[in-house]
């Protein structure tokens, strides 16, 4: 009769105690799974039968207890690799927010907001279209079955122990916060300059006709005209988006040590 000794429950439960931590963190932050709209259950259930699924396949410490320093330890450092994987990812969907902001802003929009499902908070409506169109585009990539790829692979490439990301890794992930910037630049940058453009040509024109009412005209102007551009620019943001995800996932592939 097989005897079930008090290490081989502890080692039982931390093979999907720490995989569950780190799926978890991950996905609490990530996009589309992180949205407030999602309910806690289902992020539970799904965290827990992703760590069942992987616990056969994975090693872990098989002489650290759990509730040890080196357990919590241990515990601290999934959740760092978890949250810095996800927080990766979101950036992606920061930046074409804070791009379709910079726009909302140079056509007019500044003080038009609404709540936005996924995070929600209160955001410029044409930075929540843009979140709804990359959400969508994200969906029909599969963005969601690469990142549950990475997350699995990373626990052969980035096994669980004490060490984790370590200094570097973490340097990394902030010098991957230029993407927020850079990426909103990249899809801003085209509607920005159209718009430029009307705004110098209105201005212009008041310049040619002092008695124009400037903000009778030039604004519902610029708002139309802006509302045009942000059409003619989707296939800018889309192509952008597609780019930027590229990169996130190959800087969380780099991350996790793949």
Known sequence: MPVISTAMIDHAIASRFWPFVRV???????????????????????????????APLIAVPTQIALLSAAGVLITVQQVI??????????????AVALGGQVVAN???LSLSY??????????????????????????????????????VEGFRT??????????????????????????????????????MVANLAIGVVSRAAPTLNLFATGLP??????????LVS?????????????TALMFLQHLSGA
């Not at 309910?39 to 965290?47: A, G, M, S």
């Not at 708002?223 to 045009?228: D, I, K, P, R």
């Not at 989707?234 to 590229?246: A, D, I």
């Open 81 to 94: 690799i978890g949250v810095a994987l996800g927080f990766s990812l979101q950036l992606v969907f920061e």
């Open 234 to 246: 989707l296939p800018v943001v889309q192509s952008g988006f597609e780019r930027l995800l590229g």
């Open 114 to 151: 609404n709540l936005d499902p996924l995070s929600g908070e209160s955001t410029p409506a044409l930075g929540q279209l843009y979140t709804l169109l990359v959400t969508l585009i994200f969906l029909l990539l599969n963005g969601q079955i690469a990142l549950i790829r990475i997350l």
């Open 158 to 195: 980035l096994p669980i122990g004490i060490a984790g990301l370590g200094p570097h890794g973490l340097w990394a992930v902030v010098q991957f916060g230029a993407t927020l910037f850079s990426g909103a630049l990249a899809v801003a940058l085209p509607a920005i300059t159209a718009l």
């Open 24 to 54: 978890g963190s991950c996905l609490m932050v990530a996009p589309v799974f992180g949205a407030s709209t999602v309910p806690t259950q289902v992020r539970i259930v799904l965290c827990a039968a992703i760590a069942l699924l992987v």
């Open 106 to 108: 140079s056509m007019g």
């Open 221 to 230: 102007v610029v708002l139309v005209f802006g509302l045009v551009v942000v």
